[in-house]
Every structure is written in C-alpha cells, then in structure tokens.
C-alpha cells in the first residue's frame, strides 16, 4: 500500500515525498516488487511503501516517466 492507503501493483508510476520517481516491477528472484530508478527494499504482500504514493501507471500515464 502506499501512504494513501492505495494498492500498489506492477507498472505503478511511485513518487516519493523527495520528488525521485519509479516503475515497481516484479522481481522473481527476489519474489518481490521493487522499483526501476533507485535502490530500495522488496515490497512484498503485505508490505507499506512509506512516504510514497501511487501517481498513475505506465500504461495510461506515461508522461510521468
């Protein structure tokens, strides 16, 4: 979940509260989701992205890359 209480799923655009911005993708080595652009930890089931929320995905909003 991210700080709105929204579900974060892969192709999710995530903006931090310092601006940086990534794509979660599905790592399956890690059997985990983390983020394209920098290093974070694994979010996994029932793990909170804190300090960042959902701003679109990369389907629909692809201008946010």
Do not use: M
Not at 14 to 20: A, T, V, W
Not at 30 to 55: E, P
């Amino acid at each position: 979940f991210d700080s709105n209480a929204k579900k974060i799923y892969e192709g999710d655009v995530i903006e931090y509260q310092n601006g940086k911005r990534g794509v979660v993708i599905w790592l399956s080595e890690a059997d985990g989701f983390d983020f394209t652009g920098w290093v974070t930890t694994y979010l996994n089931c029932n793990c909170t992205a804190n300090g960042a929320r959902v701003i679109g995905n990369v389907h629909e909003n692809p201008d946010l890359l």
